[in-house]
């Protein structure tokens, strides 16, 4: 079982670098318009969004998976919330262009062709409009079999170091891009993961017993931990 795949039979809400108490911690440190209009990128089971929603602002969000999609659509119902959910892949948005004051991404940028995303994510902002974007990325040189390790399991076409994230902005045009909020992965990192669990995970039935979803799981928190000493991650913010 590959990890989407895991985490969607989880209904995993926050997946990403440092979990809910991460995404709390950046709308704190850098509140959201109000008056504009947000998008989710790769929302999976729409916990983020939804929360947002709850706290009166505008949000669209989309996630190229069916099964994410039913899953954060019934988050959506059961709190009684407003998102405007859409299948789509975030390289071809099914937006017009400068639609969005703001675009979340959570651990999404990396698990797509950058330069396409990127570039997609540029053209559905507003002039001054912001990308937020949580990402994992290489702190030292990555052995390549290190690497192959990670890409098969993850899904991933690529894995950037900082300056490789700034240089791909600033070639998709957007004007200022700074890394904030940059971490490894420790112990107090691991612990933030599951601080806020979540009251709205919807778990397929039977994945408890399932010895893939476990295993699955376990590879996961092993590759991380094994290769720590080459990995961090931050929030990329990049204004357009």
């Not at 998102?83 to 017009?96: A, G, H, I, K, M």
């Not at 703001?102 to 902002?125: G, H, K, P, W």
């Not at 420790?186 to 010895?211: K, R, T």
């Not at 699955?216 to 991380?224: E, K, M, V, W």
């Amino acid at each position: 079982m590959n990890y989407i795949d895991m985490l969607s039979c989880l209904g995993a809400g926050s997946a990403h670098p440092g979990g809910f108490s991460a995404s709390l911690e950046q709308f704190h440190r850098f509140p959201l318009p109000h008056t504009g209009h947000i998008l989710e990128v790769g929302c999976g089971t729409g916990r983020t969004a939804c929360y947002l929603a709850e706290q009166g602002y505008y949000i669209s969000a989309i996630d190229i998976r069916t099964e994410m999609l039913i899953k954060a659509k019934k988050r959506a119902a059961v709190m009684g919330v407003d998102v405007r959910f859409t299948q789509s892949d975030v390289c071809t948005l099914p937006f017009p262009d400068e639609h969005f004051d703001v675009i979340i991404a959570e651990s999404v940028t990396n698990f797509t062709q950058a330069d396409r995303s990127i570039s997609e994510y540029y053209r559905v902002l507003k002039p001054g409009g912001i990308l937020y974007d949580r990402e994992m990325f290489v702190r030292e040189p990555l052995p390549n079999e290190l690497f192959l390790q990670l890409s098969s399991f993850f899904g991933i076409p690529k894995l950037m170091n900082q300056n490789e994230w700034v240089t791909l902005l600033m070639h998709n045009h957007f004007k200022k891009v700074d890394f904030v909020d940059v971490n490894t992965f420790n112990d107090q990192s691991m612990e933030a993961q599951y601080q806020f669990p979540d009251p709205h995970q919807f778990i397929d039935e039977g994945a408890f017993l399932d010895g893939q979803v476990w295993q699955s799981s376990a590879q996961h928190t092993n590759l991380i931990a094994d290769n720590s000493a080459y990995l961090a991650y931050g929030l990329i913010k990049a204004t357009k």
